[in-house]
């Protein structure tokens, strides 16, 4: 079964089935070949012609296939970093917070925390915004994070 998945996932005959694809790999932990999977993924994301649904889905597929981030994450953030979308940066979010160190990543949060429209209210974006400023293990992020808050609010 997982063959013709990632078989008809390689095909990626039109956006209807990707979306299809990619939630049933998002949903789905074991059974299928991981690290082809995952390539595809990116190569979807490479692509750059999907709509930002699309995007979004096979990110969370990748975090569901791969959850140590680090292997994928600085090839994600130079695939997308152009991206303004909230539910894409949302999941990127979610992927730093996984990462092992996402001090590194502390400024490129904060660049496209800033870039929201500040009117807009997207409660799982400011989730995932928080959840990684949570993950920070340097004192000098974490005092970074509290001066910019501070100065937010």
Known sequence: MWTYIILKFEEKQNEYGLSTLLQVIQYTTRLFEKDKAQK????????????????SLALKALININQCSDDYLDEILSILNDVVDIRIIKVIFDIISLSCNPDKYY??????????????IYIEFEHSFINVLYSLKETKSILAWVVFLCEVI
């Not at 595809?40 to 995007?55: A, D, E």
């Not at 400024?107 to 807009?120: A, D, G, M, P, S």
């Open 40 to 55: 595809i993924i990116i190569n979807i994301l490479r692509n750059g012609n999907q709509p930002s649904y699309i995007t």
């Open 107 to 120: 400024e490129y949060v904060i660049n496209k925390f800033e870039i929201k429209k500040r009117n807009e």
